[in-house]
């Protein structure tokens, strides 16, 4: 569905075969944990069995002496560093902390915290010298969730963290809060006493994971001359070369890290973990050391998304949402840094809401530092704010989607932040869904029930950099910096091609490592289509103003007489005088040399992102066992340059949030130890679990993009919780609050209906 | 170190031995002692199939099977499902279907896949959903992963 009239792409909206498409479905492609170097060894890490402990002592002498074990570092051989924030792209974090992170320091702060690393001839010598290295904890008892962790009487992860303020002032009381935020706007409590009803209810969703099927890996090479070279699977090589910089209090330009193709991150593959040990294994080895995570280190130790307790209050008066109260508490993990902020930002931008007070706690519990997770923070707390919008439809008698379409958000419309909206697709994907197939029929039978929510995504700019050069055949090599997590490659390519007015299949990208092209930020944020894809619009428009300069060169003429159009140089009023790209790319040599377009940016219009998801299920009142029957999306792309890995996106965003809503949770015993720590008992969708899940790209084209582009990876997240947890209720007439809405819940909970 | 066991198997039709540690599973030797890097590892668990390989036209994960246990026996990975240049018809329609995105559950998928389409050559979406649930994607939701499958099996080569 095209809501405006767009231009006549030739390459933009086709669905052309990724350049990297072979070497993957052969089994060729290069993953971090593929590589194999000269005198490679392997290494291990050890890991915190307790949740919370004082570390006494670390006896690492019996382990060095193994045979076949070449090196064991542990926090001691990490640098102090300063409390120096350093922003990953997605989410931030302190030096200290991540150092902290890395490797204990004083305290583990969950179970299968790293405290140890070792490097050994082969990976089973380095388990085996696991088992000998000896420490001596103080074991301390754990908080694991945000109602405990915020009462007076805690135990503290840090002693000395007090709470950041909403006035930005530190509380006087030590505390697990980390950071009290507030936004706050109209007045509430006037739209409360005047509204014609108020619903409010509270909000519980659990710990999950990205699930990504790729492990974590990191291989390193630390020269003697003091140059590190960094292989591994990440969403941002970038990123990892600062962290490194820091943590090992190195010079940037002496880190080169090579991204390796990456299965899979959603925001988890950001931050480092193992890079930096393998990096002081191998300084101590003086040989290239690899380490790789297995399934239970990736649960235990890397960076879900937090769980948390949410509290929301909605009021609405003659059809219209007057007032919202909502109060967010999310679990950070080990370490400050929850996405609570983006989750309270984003829960009511598609919305018109005048009278609003928001609280965003960020809380420290001991599990894992959360990490990005595909629109962080904001399906938590969607799921709050959704379902209370059902509730307050259902009460008022109008239709759900019609609802949301009466309070729908538009252009000029200001979000909590006060900043207002720009041109936003939000009322157009809502009546896409109201027009959908889906909607239109009917749902019959027992134990069945349809449900919708909405869903916001900001998305990201930030910072890209591409270099394109041009060869003597006409064709075009994009080099690029942008980790390839789905297709990347093919949509930066199409979006040169379409600007040089070439074939997709004359331009070949290649992503390199941190020392082959300028600075590129994390794909992340759904920034890559948008903002590389700018970068690559302003190298497309470097390459065509020096061609237009060469072209005048050879004719002897004005640039302002040469044209540049589909591909071709013409003189403007001699149409004897036309050159196809193609030929005057095989006249370099004489007309200045080698050709090279650049193209950098800050993008700072990405365009937010909108999404309405409809979705019917079936719950089996005796097992508990929710079915998916159908499910359809509607999202505004802006443009969609590949609609089919546009539709890949919404697509797989919504089964990972089909997980959340029904299965998903790290279920935690008393004693802090993550009890469902494989695949087998972390139940993630399979292809039995779901039927083919509908798309409607809707495009509203982003007036900050040369093509229109918009983010597409993230918001498709964010709906599901809240439209399965509608469809739910409305199969069975009882609100669920808490996830995941698994077989034992539904049963529980129904039962205890009864 | 253990001592290492002499095997001999036949490995994408090519009749090769190689030697391995009785502790070592199919998956550590396909990848560490023979180079093929194709067959990936997720869980080491047998929950995942992203080391789906053919064992004697059988899918078997290959992190739960042990190096010695190939003795005698043929094994197929992702790197022989292609006949030369040619890709197999499953690999063409992942392609041309969008069915990958970060790439790394596709080898096993395509294997998995095939030893379906190799004996049920006919098999619908539910067939092929049921088939297919030992293997995880994170990325697509399926979608398409079945759809390319349906349509690699509709084309010549495979029904044939």
């Known amino acids: 569905m095209t809501t405006t009239e767009k231009p006549d792409y030739k390459v933009i909206g086709t669905r052309p075969i990724r350049p990297d498409g072979v070497e993957k479905v052969t089994g060729k492609a290069l993953y971090g944990a593929d590589i194999h170097l000269p005198d490679l060894v392997q290494g291990a890490v050890l890991r915190s069995p307790h949740a919370h402990a004082r570390i006494l002592s670390i006896d690492t002498s019996a382990a060095e002496a193994m045979s076949g074990v070449l090196a064991v570092v542990t926090h001691k051989d990490l640098p102090v560093v300063a409390d120096k924030v350093l922003d990953m792209g997605e989410g931030a974090s302190t030096a200290s902390d991540m150092s902290k992170n890395v490797l204990a320091a004083d305290k583990a702060l969950y179970r299968g915290h790293a405290v140890a690393g070792v490097a050994a001839t082969n990976v089973h010598d380095a388990l085996t010298a696991l088992e000998a290295i000896k420490v001596e904890y103080e074991v301390l008892p754990p908080v694991l969730n945000v109602q405990d962790a915020m009462r007076e009487d805690a135990p503290l992860l840090d002693e000395s963290r007090h709470t950041k303020t909403p006035t930005g002032e530190e509380s006087d009381n030590t505390s697990n809060v980390a950071a009290h935020n507030r936004f706050e706007g109209g007045d509430v409590e006037a739209a409360y006493a005047e509204a014609d009803i108020v619903v409010e209810r509270e909000f519980d969703t659990k710990m999950v994971h990205q699930g990504y099927i790729e492990p974590h890996n990191g291989t390193a090479n630390w020269n003697s001359d003091g140059t590190l070279t960094v292989w591994t699977s990440t969403q941002g090589a970038f990123a990892v070369r600062g962290a490194l910089a820091e943590l090992l209090q190195l010079p940037v330009s002496r880190i080169r890290v090579i991204p390796m193709e990456i299965g899979g991150g959603f925001g988890g593959k950001i931050g480092v973990y193992l890079e930096p040990v393998a990096a002081l294994l191998s300084r101590k080895c003086g040989r290239p050391v690899q380490l790789t995570m297995d399934r239970t280190d990736v649960f235990q130790a890397t960076g879900p998304t937090s769980g948390g307790h949410m509290k929301g209050k909605l009021a609405v008066k003659d059809g219209k949402i007057t007032a919202a109260e909502v109060s967010l508490a999310f679990e950070a993990g080990a370490f400050p840094g929850s996405p609570v902020m983006a989750g309270a930002m984003c829960m009511l931008s598609p919305y018109e809401v005048e009278n609003f007070k928001v609280d965003a706690y960020d809380v420290v519990v001991n599990k894992p530092k959360v990490a990005a997770y595909r629109a962080p923070g904001a399906p938590n707390a969607s799921f709050c704010v959704e379902q209370l919008i059902d509730e307050l439809a259902r009460e008022t008698g109008v239709d759900p989607l019609q609802f949301r379409l009466d309070n729908s958000a538009h252009e000029g419309t200001r979000m909590i932040t006060g900043v207002a909206h720009p041109r936003i697709g939000q009322e157009e994907t809502v009546q896409a869904a109201q027009a959908s197939d889906h909607y239109n029929s009917p749902i019959e039978g027992p134990n069945r029930g349809r449900g919708v929510a909405g869903g916001f995504w900001f998305n990201a700019g930030m910072q890209s950099s591409v270099v394109a050069s041009v060869n003597p055949d006409g064709t075009v090599n994009l080099i690029e910096g942008s980790t390839d997590i789905g297709g990347t490659r093919a949509s930066l390519a199409m979006q040169l091609a379409e600007t040089l007015g070439i074939e997709y299949d004359s331009v070949r990208p290649t992503v390199v490592d941190t020392d082959s092209v300028g600075h590129n930020d994390v794909t992340g944020g759904s920034r890559t289509a948008y903002a590389s894809g700018q970068a690559v619009y302003e190298a497309g428009l470097d390459i065509q103003q020096q061609m237009v300069a060469r072209a005048a060169q050879l004719w002897e003429c004005e640039a302002e007489d040469v044209e540049y159009a589909d591909g071709a140089l013409r003189h403007t009023s001699d149409s004897e005088k036309a050159m196809t790209f193609a030929e005057l790319a095989g006249k370099q040599m004489e007309t200045g040399g080698p050709l090279q377009g650049r193209g950098s940016v800050v993008a700072r219009s990405p365009g937010a992102a909108f999404g309405v998801h409809v979705v019917d299920v079936e719950v089996d009142p005796d097992t508990g066992k929710v079915d998916i029957l159908r499910y359809t999306i509607a999202q505004d792309v802006g443009t969609a340059v590949h609609p089919a890995y546009v539709e890949g996106q919404m697509q797989g965003g919504v089964v990972q949030g089909i997980g959340w809503a029904l299965n998903e949770e790290y279920y935690y015993g008393e004693d802090g130890r993550m009890e469902n720590a494989s695949f087998l008992d972390y139940r993630m969708p399979t292809s039995l679990d779901l039927p083919m899940i509908d798309t409607i790209i809707v495009e509203v084209p982003n007036p900050g993009h040369p093509f229109g582009v918009r983010g597409v990876g993230e918001v498709p997240i964010v709906p599901p919780l809240a439209a399965i947890a509608n469809a739910v209720h409305d199969a069975t007439g009882h609100r669920f609050t808490e996830l995941p809405i698994s077989p034992r819940r539904v049963v529980e909970e129904l039962h205890n209906l009864q | ?160």
């Open chain 2, 1 to 160: 170190m253990p001592r290492r066991t002499h095997i001999q198997t036949t490995l994408n039709g090519e009749e090769i031995d190689f030697l391995c540690e009785p502790r070592q599973s199919l998956l550590e030797v396909l990848r560490d002692e023979l180079g093929l890097t194709g067959t990936k590892e997720g869980c080491n668990n047998g929950n995942c199939g992203a080391c789906s390989v053919l064992m004697d036209g059988r899918v078997v994960n290959s992190c739960c099977v042990l190096g010695v246990e190939a003795e005698g026996s043929e094994v197929v990975t992702i790197e022989g499902v292609a006949d030369g240049d040619t890709l197999h018809p499953l690999q063409q329609c992942f392609l041309e279907e969008a069915a990958l995105q970060c790439g790394v559950c596709t080898p096993g998928f395509i294997v998995a896949a095939k030893a379906l389409l190799d004996s049920e050559p006919d098999a619908d979406e539910g067939r092929v959903r049921h088939w297919l649930a030992g293997n995880l994607c994170r990325c697509t939701g399926y979608d398409k992963i079945v759809r390319a499958v349906l349509k690699a099996s509709e084309m010549e080569e495979v029904s044939a």
